[in-house]
């Protein structure tokens, strides 16, 4: 295994039993797109426990994203007629995905 010890600024990510060498936020999230739904998860349960977080409902929620629900919920409530079922968010998003 290759020794990044003095390597401060380089992340090391596992995967696929690879260690991969990335020196930006933008090359680990590149990385963990193309890792399995599987891996995906079990990377944010490691990173959830080094933050402390030990159940899914400590994770914070930030103030803006707080606000948006409160305004589509407020749309919704003025006007339920405008919601999309969960069918046809499905079917929108997988017709993106091509």
Known sequence: MLDVSGLS?????PAHGMM???STLAEI???VENLTAAE???LLSLLALKLGIRRSDE???RDDHLE???QRFAAYRDDP???STWEDVKRRFEARRG
Do not use: G
């Not at 600024?9 to 990510?13: G, Y």
């Open 68 to 70: 948006l629900l409160d």
């Open 81 to 83: 007629a405008q919601a």
């Open 20 to 22: 991969i060498l990335m």
């Open 29 to 31: 999230e590149s990385a």
């Open 40 to 42: 995906q998860e079990k």
């Open 9 to 13: 600024a380089l992340r090391c990510l």
């Open 59 to 61: 994770f914070p929620v």
